[in-house]
């Protein structure tokens, strides 16, 4: 089998993969497989895991969870399979997770990135990537606030890159952290104005 090599051309492939991956709506597909209705219509109309966990199916939102979690995952160990190196693997996770954000199955109208954020950096660096599950878990039980849980998760997920000897990644963690940030302006709004909802509220 002829050697694969890692030219722009290459490379850019790997970027079109992961984004075509990473935009795949999967709680837009669960919902509607699950009988839920069109979860665009649904809470806050985001299309992840927290407003799935409206319709009140947590089973769905579980599923939502490991799938948009899995499709980040996947995009980087398929790119670290096919051309055996940690710089595909970023390139496709980091496209994996705009795909998420901007699908172009949906008109580019996607997610806040942050369960195909934490995929992708568990496949990239588990120790990384567990850490910041873990500051997502805390936060979420102490203050029961699935957006605060993800601002934190993405801010940390920098000074883990760094504390846990995976410098190379510190650039990608930093610019998903600043999408995160972008994408839940609304939410830090809310947050300051103290109406933010809560885990488990389905308005």
């Known amino acids: 089998m002829p050697e694969i090599g890692n030219g722009p051309a290459v490379l850019a492939a790997v970027a079109l993969l992961g984004y075509l991956i990473g935009s795949v709506p999967f709680g837009v597909i669960v919902t509607k497989l699950m009988g839920l209705g069109d979860l665009r219509q649904i809470g806050s109309g985001n299309i992840g895991a927290t407003n799935v966990l409206r319709t009140g199916n947590k089973p769905a939102a579980l599923a939502t969870l490991v799938l948009d979690g899995g499709k980040g995952a996947v995009a980087v160990l398929l790119a670290r399979l096919v051309l055996g190196n940690e710089t595909a693997a970023q390139i496709a996770g980091g496209a994996a997770f705009i795909g998420h954000l901007y699908p172009v199955w949906l008109k580019f109208k996607g997610g806040k990135g942050v369960a ?88």
């Open 116 to 203: 195909t954020f934490l995929g992708t950096m568990i496949a990239l660096a588990w120790p990384v990537g567990i850490a910041a599950c873990l500051a997502w878990l805390v936060t979420a039980l102490v203050s029961r606030i699935s957006s605060l849980s993800a601002l934190v998760a993405a801010a940390a997920s920098v000074p883990f890159c760094l504390a846990l000897g995976h410098r190379e990644l510190m650039l990608l963690a930093a610019t998903m952290a600043v999408l995160i940030f972008w994408r839940h302006r609304a939410n830090i709004q809310r947050l300051a104005a103290g109406t933010e909802p809560r885990i488990g509220r389905k308005t």
